[in-house]
Structure formats: structure tokens, C-alpha cells
């Protein structure tokens, strides 16, 4: 049994140390002074994240990621939500069911497939190059998480408690922002977080719908990447890998809220 727990350790070390090497293997270089990402890094420094945000490339960047991210966290999670709301019965129609893989189908549908039927409808309606444009393309891959986070939690709600609101008179939209809301709430923070979380990090769609002037940081990274290989890309790397960590703990919160509430 002790032997079996200790492959179980080792196994699950290894493991861990095989998903965080590459970010062990690239973080230290964002402080380097040189401009190479290679070691040993010869001075420690915080050029990189100096330029990364006084820049005028990357802060725009930034600051577009930020606003498309809002956005498209906003949109994502109303739809989703309502989404999720609509599909809540636990034994589902042959309707619900089609209608939910119908949500579901932009997380397995290639990025590139999307991006190509994006750029060729978005060009017919003007949408192209625009910050619109670009929080419609994310929206649609970023509604299927908040579809999935929603109706987990609300698919656990009892029922007999919006019924029991009913029978005291309150309306259907009372019920639902006085009660279903707030018992789902938990999965509306889970589905606006990976909704950001998948906007910040889409580089695909905004390739074939953005223009210069909605240039994401992702998007930036990658043409750097190709242009030209700098130490400001670890930073920003650093920078996404700092945001992921602040998600996850946005997430494991709002979790412990759920457990508190239950």
C-alpha cells in the first residue's frame, strides 16, 4: 500500500513537472538585460516589462484586450446564461439536445474553419476591422463556457425552492432575479472568467477579423514572435500566466462560495 502511494506521489510530481517546465524554462527570462532569450541571463532586469508598458505597440495592445475581453465577457455571459436557463431540463428534448450541441459546437469547430466564415460574413456586414467585429468572433467561442459553468450549477438547483417562491405570489421574472440568479451565481462568475480568460488568449479569429487598430496582446505576441524574437514576449508571457493564476483564484473563490451557500 506505502509502495503504491509513493508511485502515486511520483507519478503525479512528474506529471505536474512535465506541464510547468516550458513556464520554469521561460519565466526568468522576462528579467533578463540582454536582448536574448537565452542563459545563463546575464543581468537581472525589468526592461522588458518597462517597454512592455510604455511602449506605444504594447499598450495599445493591452488596452485592446482589456476593452474586446469586457465586451465580450458582458455579451458572453448574457447569452450564456440565458442559454443555459433554456436548457436547463435535466431530460432533454430532441429540440434541446440539437440546440445544445448547437452552443457546444464552436469549442471543437477549428479555430481556422470559424475565422474563415467570420471574415467572409463579417466583410458582407461591414464588421470587419472594427472592435465590434472582434467581440463577436471571440463571444462566439466564449459562449459555450459560460453555457457549460451556468447550467452545471443551475441543473443542481432545487427546484421546490422557486416553486415555493411561486406559491407566495411572486412573478416568474421575480423569481428568477430573486432566486434562480443568485443560486447560480457561482456559475456566472466561472462562465464571465473563462469567457475573458478565452478572449484575452484568441489569436486565430482576430487574425482573420481584426485590423491594425484592434490588435490584441495575443495577436501582438505572435507577430513579434514572428518579426522578431524579443524578451518582451517573455514578459508578456508573464503577464498571461500571472492573469491565469488571479483566474484561478477568482474561480476556486467563487467555488467556496457555492460550498458556503449550499
Known amino acids: 500500500m506505502n509502495v503504491l502511494r509513493v508511485a502515486k506521489i511520483v507519478f503525479g510530481g512528474a506529471t505536474i513537472f512535465f506541464l510547468v ?3 520554469i524554462a521561460i519565466l526568468p527570462l522576462a528579467f533578463t538585460d540582454s536582448v536574448f532569450l537565452n542563459y545563463p541571463i546575464p543581468r537581472y532586469s525589468t526592461r522588458w516589462f518597462v517597454e512592455l ?3 506605444g505597440v504594447w499598450q495599445r495592445s ?16 448574457v447569452l450564456g446564461t440565458v442559454g443555459a436557463l433554456g436548457l436547463r431540463d435535466r431530460q432533454l428534448s430532441p429540440v434541446l439536445a440539437i440546440i445544445k450541441t448547437i452552443f457546444l459546437l464552436p469549442m471543437v469547430v477549428p479555430a481556422v474553419v470559424l475565422g474563415v466564415g467570420m471574415q467572409l460574413m463579417f466583410a458582407r456586414y461591414g464588421l470587419t476591422n472594427t472592435y465590434l467585429g472582434v467581440i463577436i468572433a471571440h463571444t462566439v467561442v466564449a459562449v459555450p463556457f459560460v453555457v457549460v459553468n451556468v447550467l452545471a450549477v443551475i441543473q443542481g438547483i432545487d427546484r421546490r425552492l422557486e416553486q415555493a417562491a411561486a406559491s407566495l405570489g411572486a412573478a416568474p421574472i421575480t423569481v428568477l432575479r430573486q432566486v434562480t440568479l443568485p443560486l447560480a451565481l457561482p456559475g456566472i462568475i466561472s462562465g464571465a472568467v473563462f469567457a475573458f480568460a478565452t478572449s484575452l488568449d484568441e489569436v486565430v479569429l482576430t487574425l482573420f477579423v481584426a485590423g491594425p487598430n484592434q490588435r490584441t496582446l495575443a495577436r501582438q505576441m505572435f507577430s513579434t514572435i514572428r518579426e522578431n524574437i524579443s524578451p518582451a514576449i517573455a514578459a508578456a508571457a508573464f503577464v498571461f500566466i500571472v492573469g491565469t493564476i488571479l483566474i484561478a483564484i477568482v474561480l476556486n473563490l467563487s467555488r467556496r462560495t457555492k460550498a458556503t451557500a449550499v
Do not use: E
Open 21 to 23: 517546465a516550458p513556464l
Open 53 to 55: 508598458f510604455t511602449a
Open 62 to 77: 493591452i488596452v485592446n484586450s482589456l476593452v474586446i475581453g469586457s465586451g465580450t465577457t458582458v455579451l458572453a455571459t
